[in-house]
């Protein structure tokens, strides 16, 4: 379904389809794609049903958007292309910072996780972990970071609980050598965790609302 529909995606975006409604005939769109009205319909029409667009036939002439879906598929498709051309042997990512819930120094803190991270990282990871809220034009660069192979942490089950495989990626934030780690098989989400020898926060005197570089290895 991804190929089929892209090219399409791609011009209604390129029109502002993106974050409002675009007024567009059938025929208008043939004539950007190169086909005729009806095959143009019919793609809009197929876009619809697989939950890609929105339309609004209210006005004279239908109006049409990106749904959320549609624009996640656009973006996965950017960065299999940033793969192609851009990709070197690291990825810079921007972001801010911002307050976790404490969840990354209770999972950090596991003896199974901990013991991993010393041996695949070269240092024992300070108690918590550095929440950074990535912009959303960097956000194509976690796609990237997915679908990279990364240093595998191993899960384990522990006390009836299942503590699922973690990715790590040696990292650099201000000069100061870190590490970023996500579940092997996690939600779609905005933030990275970073963890490092030291208390980042204190260390960098960074605090809620500061932009940082987070430089990411993507060799194992």
């Excluded at 995606?9 to 502002?16: F, V």
């Excluded at 990825?91 to 404490?102: D, K, P, R, T």
Aim: charged share 30%; glycine share 8%; hydrophobic share 35%.
């Amino acid at each position: 379904m991804r190929n089929k529909h892209i090219a399409t995606l791609k011009q209604i975006a390129l029109l502002g389809g993106v974050h409002d409604y675009i007024a567009i005939s059938s025929r208008e769109l043939g004539e950007l794609l190169d086909i005729s009205q009806q095959s143009a319909s019919k793609k809009i029409l197929e876009l619809l049903s697989h939950g890609l667009i929105e339309r609004d036939l209210g006005a004279r002439r239908q109006r049409i958007r990106l749904t959320e879906k549609g624009f996640d598929l656009l973006r996965k498709e950017y960065s299999d292309y940033q793969r192609i051309f851009e990709m070197k042997d690291h990825l810079v990512i921007i972001g801010n910072v911002i307050s976790g819930l404490g969840e990354g120094q209770y999972y950090i803190n596991q003896p199974e996780y901990l013991d991993q991270f010393q041996k695949k990282l070269w240092f024992k990871p300070y108690e918590g972990t550095l929440n950074v809220k990535i912009a959303e034009q960097e956000l194509p660069k976690l796609d990237i970071l997915q679908k990279a192979e990364g240093i595998m942490i191993k899960g384990f089950e522990k006390e009836g609980r299942t503590f699922g495989d973690v990715k790590a990626f040696l990292a650099k934030i201000h000069n100061m050598e870190c590490a970023v780690v996500m579940p092997s098989r996690s939600h779609y989400t905005n933030v990275i965790e970073i963890t490092c020898k030291y208390h980042l926060r204190r260390t960098l005197g960074i605090r809620d609302g500061d932009q940082v570089e987070v430089i990411v290895s993507l060799s194992s």
